[in-house]
């Protein structure tokens, strides 16, 4: 578990120090395992498989990694200001194509790389009681789980799933969804909106996620069921952000589909959507 020091410690602490200040991380409790972590990033990516020198290449195109553990010694981690309790960490290893077509599509695909792999991160530590960093931006926006289903769903059939959990959900006229052929449920108190997009409305927005698999290919055929709360992921309340995982789950049973969380990972259990 973790890696061994070299000839030089004094520079390989300072390294080590300096990466947990400055360098995307995931800290964590204790070591899954990499047949356990492969198992997890496959919830984020299919792809996902293992790699030489203990990596393992999270997506298809072997573009970002995630090497072999680090161990954080208290030294380490107090001089680098990480919070205590969190002695191993993993550090995430980007590589872009060899040879960029044009300096503008390096520097988008840069940026594209660095995004999912904050989600990948964010998403880990969630699921292993970890520590990630840096904090997405969908913790800012509105806590959502979304639901793509192969087999045609009708809006009915999933509101009533949704009112079996959620009281108060009415239908609730919103004009500019509405022009996409996409019906809305709001909760009277506002806090809970439910949306259905069925396979004959644009995209653009739900467009699915490497987590759903071989489905991602056929965006045409999916109908997709989107849960929003009010309130923004990180400070959503727990039991709430529980509650909505449940809905998702159930939704999800009823209609043979796949659940999502803001971070893309596949939905298994209520706890995925606590980004608390």
């Known amino acids: 578990m973790g890696q061994v020091m070299g000839l030089w410690p004094g520079r390989e602490k300072r390294r080590l120090v300096d990466a947990l200040r400055s360098k995307m991380r995931l800290l964590l409790p204790e070591d899954p395992g ?13 792809d996902a498989r293992p790699a030489g020198a203990g990596r393992i290449s999270v997506d298809g195109q072997r573009r970002i990694y995630l090497p072999q553990p680090t161990a954080v010694d208290p030294e380490a981690a107090a001089e680098a200001q990480a919070p205590p309790g969190f002695p191993i960490a993993y550090f995430v290893q980007l590589r872009g194509r060899s040879a960029p077509l044009d300096m503008s599509g390096a520097q988008r695909e840069s940026r594209d790389m660095h995004q999912t792999a904050v989600l990948l991160v964010n998403g880990l ?35 009533s799933v949704v009112k079996r959990y959620a009281s108060g959900l009415d239908e609730y006229q919103d004009v500019t969804l509405g022009s996409m052929g996409v019906s809305t449920w709001r909760t009277a108190d506002g806090r809970l909106q439910m949306e259905f997009w069925p396979r004959t409305s644009p ?24 849960l929003r709360l009010a309130e923004p992921a990180g400070q959503a309340d727990p039991a709430t952000a529980r509650t909505v995982g449940q809905i998702a789950l159930a939704v999800a049973a009823a209609t043979g589909g796949v659940c999502v969380d803001p971070l893309k990972f596949r939905v298994l259990k209520p706890d995925d959507l606590v980004m608390r």
């Open 203 to 226: 995209k653009a927005w739900w467009y699915p996620p490497e987590s759903v698999g071989e489905w991602r290919f056929h965006s045409s055929q999916l109908d997709v069921t989107v």
């Open 125 to 159: 530590a969630i699921r292993l009681g970890g520590l990630a960093w840096p904090i997405p931006k969908v913790a800012s926006e509105p806590l959502h789980a979304a639901i793509y289903a192969h087999r045609p769903v009708a809006a009915t059939e999933v509101s």
């Open 34 to 46: 990499r047949e356990r972590m492969v198992e997890l990033v496959r919830l984020f990516d299919p």
